[in-house]
């Protein structure tokens, strides 16, 4: 039989597990659906998209303050917000084999027993759509019954509006100004998931941006514009990216207006991120419901009311995904192929290896205190000996470590190292005096290939 090449994206799973950035969550036990778990590499990738996003949204901005809100609120949270009655697709049942499947997403799915036909196709009848509620339901107390139903978050978003008020009384600011979080959301999500793309668990990083009404579509314009350009910034290719404006029909029951930024997955065009106009929706329902006024009192012209806003809402597991997709390239050299991850080098979860050049001549001591300043600088280090130097070239090519740093022969009687760039694969002789100050100066001055 003839052997299948892998795709792009049969590459990137694999590369995620052989260098751990990402395993099937309960493995030993047959996996669990759309569930996945991240290793030592993979958590550093989490973590630092996590951190370019906070410094873009709260860090260097005056008007966006941070949250942390709990994941399991009072019910009366998603009864009010629309989730209870609303947050659900249609599914239908196959007879035969006894699949789940999205009705509006047949052409995705794939019939247990016959995976080469959508169900549908193969011998087995489909039930007529019923809606199917995507909240994960828990019990809280002791007790388990209607009264103690509690509910995983599906969004983080609600958590914002439950501390409008708080927020607004403690932390000196008003309209408009935005509270960020990110944090767990859950959805049991039936669709196949395109590895992490789409699971049940996974972080969402949304910011509530508060507005006076009648600033609403200026707003929503600068943050479709923003958030398009984050992703330029950290190195996303601008052609793979796309803005998409839903159509009336497909908006959720709580927007005026929402658009997607979209990328070019191997699988398609894919929703990234989704910037909504949400309007006075939930802080007006969380308002009715809790007796609680969420108005806003200007005190400059006197008018109370109900600010609207504009929601950047995004994925970060969906980010990482994207970056490491937008990053790989099989790059083929005169004698071989690397496979090289492209990261910038704020995304890279290792920013700088460090290697002796050889096990011998007080090289490994030496390397291993470089490793050490670069540490204690806060760069993201690795320190390696084992295996010929451009053998561990390509292992640092392949995780997307962006300089490499040699200690050699030279290094032991002048103090100079050699830092090699993994784009361009140049090299550079540093004084290790100046080693920490010319990798900052490197990071920030990164352009992408
Ligand atoms: N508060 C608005 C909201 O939750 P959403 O479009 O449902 O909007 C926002 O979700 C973002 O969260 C998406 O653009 C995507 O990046 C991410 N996301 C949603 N569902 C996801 C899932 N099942 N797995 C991974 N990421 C998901």
């Known amino acids: ?173 008003k309209p408009p100004f935005g509270i960020a979080q990110i944090g767990k959301s859950f959805r049991n999500e039936i669709t196949p998931g395109n590895f992490v793309f789409r699971t049940r668990e996974f972080e969402q990083a949304e910011m509530e941006y508060f507005v006076p009404p009648a600033e609403d579509q200026q707003w929503f314009d600068h943050w479709v514009e923003a958030r398009h350009q984050w992703y330029i910034d950290f190195g996303v290719n601008p052609d793979k990216l796309r803005l998409r404006e839903h159509d009336p029909k497909e908006l959720a029951h709580y927007a005026k207006a929402t658009t997607d930024i979209e990328y070019h997955y191997p699988f398609g065009w894919g929703e990234l991120e989704g910037i909504a106009n949400r309007t006075d929706f939930d802080l007006s329902r969380h308002s009715e419901a809790s007796g609680t006024d969420l108005l806003y009192f200007d005190p400059q012209t006197k008018e109370k009311y109900t600010p609207y806003v504009i929601e950047p809402a995004g994925g970060i597991n969906r980010m990482a995904l994207t970056f490491m997709i937008d990053a790989y390239e099989e790059q083929q050299l005169e004698k071989d192929t690397r496979v090289v991850l492209h990261f910038h080098p704020e995304i890279a979860p290792i920013t700088a290896a460090v290697f002796p050049l050889v096990k011998k001549d007080g090289m490994p001591e030496k390397a291993q205190a470089v490793a050490a300043m670069l540490r204690k600088a806060r760069f993201a280090t690795f320190y390696d000996e084992k295996a010929a130097i451009g053998r561990r070239y390509r292992r640092q090519d392949e995780v997307g470590t962006p300089f490499c740093v040699t200690i050699d022969g030279d290094t032991m009687e002048t103090d100079v190292v050699t830092v090699r760039h993994r784009d361009s694969m140049e090299q550079e002789k540093v004084k290790i005096s100046e080693l920490v100050g010319y990798l900052y100066e490197a990071k920030t001055n990164w352009t992408r290939p």
């Open 1 to 173: 039989m003839a052997k299948q090449t892998p795709t792009l994206m049969d590459q990137i799973v694999s590369l995620c597990k052989r260098r751990g950035f990402i395993y099937q969550a309960s493995e030993i036990y047959g996996g669990m659906g759309n569930t996945y778990d991240y290793g030592p590499l993979g958590v550093e990738l989490l973590r630092r998209v996590k951190d370019a996003w906070w410094g873009a949204m709260v860090t260097e901005r005056a008007d966006v303050v941070g949250l942390d809100s709990a994941i399991i609120q009072n019910p009366k949270t998603w009864e009010t917000s629309g989730h209870v009655g609303g947050f659900s697709d249609p599914m239908v049942d196959c007879k035969k084999c006894k699949g789940r499947f999205r009705a509006d997403k047949l052409q995705d799915a794939r019939c247990l027993e016959k995976p080469s036909k959508i169900p549908g196709e193969c011998d087995g009848e489909l039930t007529e759509p019923r809606e199917f509620n995507m909240m994960f339901k828990t019990n809280v107390g002791p007790v388990e019954d209607t009264g103690s139903v509690a509910y995983l978050r599906p969004e983080t978003a609600q958590g914002i509006f439950l501390n409008f008020k708080n927020v607004l009384d403690s932390a000196r600011i």
